[in-house]
């Protein structure tokens, strides 16, 4: 070992236990279209087409969002029949007075 020539320490080199390579895989693919876009090679899709797919497919998620629906109009007409009667009432107090 010579004075002017110091050694290198070791580097640090850890292995994970658990690795899930399906991440990597798919972080690999993301980077791969990433620079794909970058270079300018993809082409621009319409993705108009694709809104609501997902739902239609699904028959839990369809069901929910008509039953979310009606029930949003009916809550809505009868927060309207509510504010109508309160504004009634609140006219007959003023004119009252």
Known sequence: MS?????????????YMFVDKRKDRLKAIEQ???????????????TS??????LNATKYARRHKEKRLSK??????????VIVIVLVFVWRMLLSF
């Open 72 to 81: 949003g109009f009916v809550l809505n007409i009868g927060a309207i029949v």
């Open 3 to 15: 004075f002017f020539h110091q050694p290198k320490p070791r580097g640090f080199h850890h292995e």
């Open 49 to 54: 087409h694709l809104r609501g797919t997902f």
């Open 32 to 46: 791969r279209a990433k620079e794909s876009l970058e270079k300018g090679d993809a082409k621009s899709y319409d």
